[in-house]
């Protein structure tokens, strides 16, 4: 009980934070009389997803996600190394290269992408764009895939809390349109410039820069794209929902239309092929729930 004491308490403090920092951005663009930035209504339904995406990951991590990490830990290497950088420095270049190839599968596998879809479904990008998140995240499995490789070398599971939640503290500073370029910064790191292609939903755009913290892996895997190469960015995901304000519906949309292409197709290849593999297999249109949009041309 006081692990999940612990973990709303922690929700609560960095959402003030979270909160604190888009209402600064807010202003900073009322104050430059930049027009659509923020949509309200839009931004309302950010918070509704990030709270409960937040509240729930934060109990499943205290219930049984590190109670897992511990038991898988014992079959591992037991390497438990002692905090230095250079340890500190392999945890965090670990954990953000099972956040690329997690983040790869949230894409490309439709199971995943039920969840994740949630995230690429807002119109704008701004700090309010980073809590578009769905509570599903914590029952679909794709924690392990960030988890449990440093459990199976010995990282303690505190180090690894710290480095997971450090990697999606980074992540919700590369959301805004306010921070253009930033130099050499760029060869390295994820930043806004290369975050806004992710959420982008041109053909030069889908599928590209997958990275958390770093784009080398991006670079590495042919998976970068430059904003100055990637056409006009426009925000959004081919199968937007019908009800874009409502957080609920934000979340569960997509696993009732998959879950109904299941039961219509009585085909279990539904649930690990692409999001788009329904229409390309059985040249059917979205379930109800999503609504098609054509996606402009570069």
Not at 105 to 131: G, I
Not at 221 to 244: D, L, N, V
Request: hydrophobic fraction near 50%; charged fraction near 15%; include cysteine.
């Amino acid at each position: 009980m006081q692990d999940v004491l612990h973990a709303i308490f922690f929700v609560i403090a960095f959402g003030a934070v979270f909160i604190a920092v888009i209402g600064l951005e807010a202003g900073y663009v009322r104050l430059k009389q930049r027009a659509g930035v923020y949509h309200w209504k839009e931004t309302l339904a950010n918070l509704g997803t990030g709270f409960s995406y937040k509240i729930v990951d934060g109990v499943a991590i205290a219930l049984f996600i590190q109670a897992f990490y511990e038991w898988v830990a014992q079959y591992g290497l037991q390497w438990y190394p002692e905090a230095s950088l250079w340890s500190a420095l392999v945890l965090i270049v670990l954990v953000d290269f099972c956040f690329y190839v997690n983040h790869v599968l949230m894409h490309k596998v439709r199971w995943f992408w039920a969840t994740h879809v949630t995230h690429h479904s807002s119109e704008h990008m701004n700090f309010s764009t980073a809590l578009r998140q769905n509570f599903m995240h914590a029952f679909n499995g794709a924690w392990i895939l960030w988890w449990i490789p440093a459990a199976l070398l010995g990282f303690d599971k505190d180090w690894v809390l710290l480095a997971i939640e450090g990697n999606l503290v980074y992540q919700f500073f590369l959301h805004t349109e306010q921070v253009r370029k930033l130099g050499w910064l760029e060869k390295v790191f994820n930043t806004p410039s290369h975050h806004r292609v992710h959420h982008g939903r041109n053909p030069a755009q889908i599928d590209t820069n997958f990275g958390g913290i770093f784009i080398v892996w991006d670079k590495l895997f042919g998976t970068f794209r430059a904003e100055e190469s990637a056409g006009p960015i426009i925000y959004g995901c081919s199968r937007m929902p019908e009800k874009p304000y409502d957080p609920i519906h934000l979340q569960l949309h997509e696993w009732r239309n998959m879950l109904q292409d299941l039961w219509r197709y009585k085909d279990w290849r539904i649930l690990v092929m692409a999001p788009d593999w329904v229409e390309r297999r059985y040249g059917e249109q979205p379930m109800a729930g999503s609504v098609k949009t054509e996606t402009p041309s570069v």
